[in-house]
């Protein structure tokens, strides 16, 4: 079935260092495909997406590129700031669904230290 | 942005209680919401899939007689976990996507959880 693999944690990075987390896929079809942010005691927050091949997702300063022939959409930074430490989790939404089913990866903590 | 928060933040209940847990889109309307669960160093599972003033659909293996889904309105669902028993310990969390001018279409905005322990 669809699923979403991502690196275990926790990512430990001092502050201005580059970051990437790796993610990647197995869908049927072309699935979108999302990374979204959790700040500790607070919800999921949508950091980006990108709905088809070769797209970029950024925001925030992270960027994500969809990769079918890797299948892959690692998130990547150029300078990580303390602020960024939470969890970050890669999702993907199969194209063969009518509804919009988030299929999650297991998050990736990250954790920044001045 | 649009804001999604869910009541209890934690709750502690004996083995055979039900529990209720709140989940309401603040400044949207939330045509469909949606719950999962998620286990220490797992992914989000999703349980159901709820459209408002419709019966919920159910993920494969969740029982619905066990967590009853209510979505009543187009702020409110609810998830309540009945005759409660150690392994539904765990952190339930809920989306929701809708319209509004707060809301961007088709993005699911997610509460922060509710962590119940059962004893």
């Known amino acids: 079935g669809d699923s979403v693999t991502q690196m275990e944690g926790p990512v430990t990075l001092s502050e201005e260092a580059f970051l990437t987390i790796n993610c990647t896929y197995t869908a049927t079809g072309y699935p979108s495909l999302f990374w979204y942010v959790q700040y500790p005691g607070e919800g999921l927050q949508l950091l980006l997406k990108a709905t088809k091949a070769d797209d970029k997702g950024s925001n925030k300063g992270f960027e994500a590129t969809y990769r079918k022939e890797t299948t892959s959409f690692h998130l990547e930074k150029g300078s990580v700031q303390v602020s960024d430490s939470a969890v970050y989790f890669c999702?993907?939404?199969?194209?063969?669904?009518?509804?919009?089913?988030?299929?999650f990866g297991t998050g990736t903590r990250l954790q920044v230290f001045p | 942005g649009a804001v999604v928060s869910q009541h209890p933040s934690r709750v502690i209940c004996k083995s055979g209680t039900s529990v209720k847990i709140e989940c309401r889109s603040l400044d949207f309307q939330a045509t469909t919401m949606f719950w999962y669960r998620q286990f220490p160093k797992k992914s989000l599972m999703l349980m159901a899939t709820?459209?408002?003033?419709?019966?919920?659909?159910?993920e494969q293996g969740v029982e619905k007689d066990k967590f009853l889904i209510n979505h009543a309105s187009l702020t409110l669902s609810t998830l309540t976990v009945t005759s409660a028993h150690p392994e539904d310990s765990s952190f339930y969390i809920c989306s929701a996507r809708g319209s509004g001018r707060r809301a961007i279409t088709d993005t699911q905005y997610f509460g922060p959880g509710t962590r119940l322990t059962v004893l």
């Open positions: 709820s459209n408002e003033g419709s019966k919920a659909t159910y």
């Open positions: 999702a993907l939404v199969p194209r063969s669904y009518n509804t919009d089913k988030l299929i």
